[in-house]
């Protein structure tokens, strides 16, 4: 692999971390997605980084678990699904005044829900 293709990957990675731990704090952007993303782009291009990310405090266990198993943890579970509702639930009621936004924020939650509650936990 060329050296600017493989420099590429690791900034885009980088980025994909950066975004995954935002969607950590707001509940309206995925965190999930965006973590297996850097763990791919991470592999084809630096196995340090891709070391890093899958023991990383904050987020190794968490990605790790998902590449291995497909499975959340049901800690992992619970606190996903009360930081969707209290960021959605707090959006609609503090910082949303038009009732479509309302109720598409509300089908988001329920939609995440969904999908969350339907990964295998473990």
Partial sequence: ???STQSLLI?????CVAVGVVGI??????????????????ARSSSRCHRWLLTNRLCGDYVRRY????????????VTLIL???GIGCSIALAVSALWLRLLLGV???????????IRSQ
Avoid: C, N
């Fill in 1 to 3: 692999m060329k050296r």
């Fill in 11 to 15: 900034v885009a990675g980088a980025l």
């Fill in 25 to 42: 704090l707001l509940p309206i952007l995925p965190t999930t997605p965006f973590l297996l993303l850097a763990a791919f782009l991470f």
């Fill in 67 to 78: 590449l291995e198993h497909r499975a959340m943890s049901r800690r992992h579970k619970i």
């Fill in 84 to 86: 969707l509702w209290t």
């Fill in 108 to 118: 988001v939650a329920v939609a995440v829900t969904i999908h969350i509650l339907a």
